[in-house]
């Protein structure tokens, strides 16, 4: 089993951080992220696909979706499943706290470990950091206060 959370701010409010967040053509930010595509509404139980450059799309499953304020992303791997729970919180600055917490288990988790997933987290916070800084950026250009 591994665990990790990171936690980011952002000034916009959190319907508008939520509402990027869940248009997931915006995931592609990521030079990591060649295209992301979702097989229906931002809802549990829809299926999406992401292709990152050189790779074969890898198909994931919306769970636990509770709107405007979380979403999990799981996907099966060979032995494991590893999930990305997403969770959107109101600050006292009438911004957004956005957390992640990826996890893996499963009898081959401590290969995939092994194999890549220590250098996968040590990505997670800057990758983080520019989706709360893109919100907040969308937020201000929309005219839409971020408040």
Do not use: C, Y
């Amino acid at each position: 089993m591994w665990e990790f959370e990171h936690s980011v701010e952002t000034k916009a409010s959190r319907a508008f951080a939520w509402r990027f967040w869940t248009d997931v053509s915006n995931w592609a930010f990521d030079s990591s992220i060649e295209w992301v595509r979702l097989e229906g509404p931002f809802a549990s139980g829809t299926m999406g696909e992401t292709k990152s450059p050189g790779l074969d799309p890898v198909r994931w499953e919306l769970k636990g979706v509770r709107a405007g304020e979380e979403a999990v992303v799981e996907m099966a791997l060979p032995g494991a499943t590893l999930r990305f729970h997403w969770r959107f919180e109101d600050t006292a600055e009438r911004g957004t706290r956005i957390t992640q917490r990826a996890s893996l288990d499963g009898p081959a988790a401590d290969d995939l470990v092994n194999q890549g997933v220590r250098e996968f987290e040590r990505g997670i916070p800057d990758g983080m950091r520019k989706l709360a800084d893109l919100i907040s950026e969308s937020a201000r250009s929309s005219s839409q206060s971020p408040d």
